[in-house]
Structure formats: C-alpha cells, structure tokens
C-alpha cells in the first residue's frame, strides 16, 4: 500500500499513486512598529496541503471504481483520514478537488490511460458522524 484516503487505498495497481506534493506552513500576525520592521508573532498553523497524483490504466488494470469513490469522497465533503504507506498518520483531510485527464480514447468513451490529481487539505477534527462513516468505510 502507497497510503489510505479514506475508503481509497493507493497501491501499485490499479489504482496508484505516482507523486505527492506536501504543503506546510506558519501564519504570523504583522504589528507595525515606528521607525522599524514590523514584529511578528505567531498566531498557528497555515493550511497545510498534499496533492496526490496518478495514473489509471482502466483497461488493463481496473481502477474506474476506486476513482469513483474518490469522487463520492469528495462529494459528500466530510473529513477523511489519511495515512502514509508505512503507517505514519497524516491526519484528517478533505478533498477539495480531483482533476482528471483521459488520452487515448477507446471505443467505450472511457481513456486508456487516465492521469489525475487530489487536491487533500488538513481539517480540524472530524465531527462524530465524520468518524462514524470512516469507521463504516473500514468494513465496505
């Protein structure tokens, strides 16, 4: 396994991942000061992002149903937990935006290479229903 989203398990095929982006940072509130640079004081954390991107290969692999899943995720807007392939938790996470793009079209409509990319965001502590379906997603 490359990571978990959710319900999403990433894994060499068919539904994979190929390359993440990870974003962190620090908000700072500025306070000016006469006659010098402005103080600076830490008030936490910034947004903190990944971007996870892929590549299907439907008709050799599979992978439409896992990608379908990603999307009901993102539909439904609730946090989802996140972990590294090695175990390391990354959090909780909602999915702000899949983009996909298919190449070379087969007779079905449906591209025999699909590339796309999640756009994850770290949430706050999910609710108890954001928990209870994580749970539920578990045992699908």
């Known amino acids: 396994m490359l990571c978990q ?11 994979n991942m190929h390359e993440t982006d990870h974003e962190a940072g620090a908000s700072f509130a500025s306070h000016e000061v006469l006659g010098r640079m402005p103080d ?4 936490g954390e910034a947004a903190e992002t990944w ?7 439907p008709e050799r ?6 990608m379908a899943n990603l999307h009901a995720m993102r539909r439904a ?3 989802q937990f996140f ?3 090695d175990g390391v938790p990354m959090g909780w996470v ?12 087969g007779p079905n409509g449906v ?5 796309f990319e999640a756009n994850l965001k770290r949430s706050g502590s999910p609710n108890a229903a954001g928990i209870f379906n994580a749970l539920m997603d578990i045992f699908r």
């Not at 989203?5 to 539904?15: D, E, I, K, N, Y």
Request: charged share 20%; hydrophobic share 45%.
């Open 5 to 15: 989203l959710g319900a999403c398990q990433f894994t060499v095929a068919p539904f």
């Open 40 to 43: 600076l004081e830490f008030v």
């Open 51 to 57: 971007t996870i991107r892929g590549r299907l290969f």
């Open 61 to 66: 692999f599979g992978g439409l149903g896992e």
């Open 77 to 79: 807007g609730s946090a």
């Open 83 to 85: 972990m590294r392939g």
């Open 94 to 105: 909602v999915i702000e935006r899949v983009t996909e793009k298919s190449t070379y079209i």
């Open 111 to 115: 591209g025999r290479v699909i590339e």
